[in-house]
T-cell receptor
Framework: AQSVTQLGSHVSVSEGALVLLRCNYSSSVPPYLFWYVQYPNQGLQLLLKYTSAATLVKGINGFEAEFKKSETSFHLTKPSAHMSDAAEYFCALTAGNNRKLIWGLGTSLAVNP | DSGVTQTPKHLITATGQRVTLRCSPRSGDLSVYWYQQSLDQGLQFLIQYYNGEERAKGNILERFSAQQFPDLHSELNLSSLELGDSALYFC???????????FGPGTRLTVT
């Protein structure tokens, strides 16, 4: 069975600091992995996706994530946080014939001035 | 703008009532998904339809039902509403059954 674990339900960083949101997965077959962002009072928006091409994936708003099979991780990073990055971030995967999206519980990112 | 539309944006109703939430998927998408998001439960997958047929069920209560019509829009019906049903309800769509999904702006339901 597949699963997604997001480490840290709340992360707080200073403006200009590195953003690191952690996602670990479990899958017996090669997964596709996704990061979504949800701004306050809005729907979820696809940030980036890994679909077995390049292991380093670049997304919107300066975010990127690296697929590390050996660590079963797909952590989301951004070199310099901006106030507008404050949001909820969700990691998700789909794998094999079961293409249902499996969701992490989300990480709330706060950016302090 | 994801291309997925949901109506209404807000809905306030009383306990015991029934409401219908509507979703129009992105042009060309055949799958529609419904999610419930609340503070205490997080994002919960409810149900998926693909080209008019139910494809997957999640944590959907028996008081809730959904359908996808020939024009691919979908409706989520919530009946015998309880205070605990107050939440954001999202619809998402995808081209095929599974893979990346595109979300609508949600319907905020308040049950009083």
């Amino acid at each position: 069975a597949q699963s997604v674990t997001q480490l840290g339900s709340h992360v707080s960083v200073s403006e200009g600091a590195l953003v690191l949101l952690r996602c670990n997965y479990s899958s017996s077959v090669p997964p596709y992995l996704f990061w979504y962002v949800q701004y306050p009072n809005q729907g979820l928006q696809l940030l980036l996706k890994y679909t077995s091409a390049a292991t380093l994936v670049k997304g919107i708003n300066g975010f990127e994530a690296e697929f590390k099979k050996s660590e079963t991780s797909f952590h989301l990073t951004k070199p310099s946080a901006h106030m507008s990055d404050a949001a909820e971030y969700f990691c998700a995967l789909t794998a094999g014939n079961n293409r249902k999206l499996i969701w992490g519980l989300g990480t709330s990112l706060a950016v302090n001035p | 703008d994801s291309g997925v539309t949901q109506t209404p944006k807000h809905l306030i109703t009383a306990t015991g009532q029934r409401v219908t939430l509507r979703c129009s998927p992105r042009s060309g998408d055949l799958s529609v998904y419904w999610y419930q998001q609340s503070l205490d439960q997080g994002l919960q997958f409810l149900i998926q339809y693909y080209n008019g047929e139910e494809r997957a069920k999640g944590n959907i209560l028996e008081r809730f039902s959904a359908q996808q019509f020939p024009d691919l829009h979908s409706e989520l019906n919530l009946s015998s509403l309880e205070l605990g049903d107050s939440a954001l309800y999202f619809c998402a769509s995808s081209v095929a059954s599974g893979g990346e999904q595109y979300f609508g702006p949600g319907t905020r339901l308040t049950v009083t």
